[in-house]
């Protein structure tokens, strides 16, 4: 069973909100992206995305491959989803974004810094 999570940057200036269980499956990579932000993932398909407010907020950074969509808020820095290299046809969510972030979490660790070894891994949870 689904539900409605809401969440944000630092600053609310971009609001979004998710579906996803209430119990929350969440990865911890330690590349060096996630790793230095602190990120915990949560992949989800696109269509359980929305954002509510403040596009006009979002500036996108790329490295690397060029496939990743690093978006982070132009006011605060925060980065509160992105489009991630593994499942470019879903949404990754800061769930560290999430308001309030949720009490029943999981959370598993992914070595990124062995990306191509292990992105099959997470390939599945952008699909519905």
């Known amino acids: ?9 630092h600053c609310g200036a971009i609001r ?8 929350l499956s969440l990865d911890r990579c330690n590349c060096s992206i996630c790793f230095k932000s602190g990120y915990l ?3 989800v398909p696109r269509s359980r995305f929305k954002l509510i407010h403040g596009e006009e907020h979002i500036t996108t950074y790329r490295f690397g491959s060029m496939i990743a969509a690093h978006t982070f808020c132009k006011v605060c820095g925060v980065k509160p989803f992105y489009t991630p290299r593994s499942n470019p046809d879903g949404i ?34 952008s699909k519905d």
């Open 1 to 9: 069973m689904l539900t409605t999570h809401h969440g944000s940057c």
């Open 41 to 43: 993932h949560l992949i």
């Open 16 to 23: 979004f909100e998710v579906q996803a269980p209430q119990k």
């Open 92 to 125: 990754d969510v800061n769930a560290q974004c999430l308001d309030p972030f949720p009490i029943d979490v999981e959370i598993t660790n992914f070595d990124g810094q062995n990306w191509e070894r292990n992105a099959h891994t997470l390939a599945h949870k």
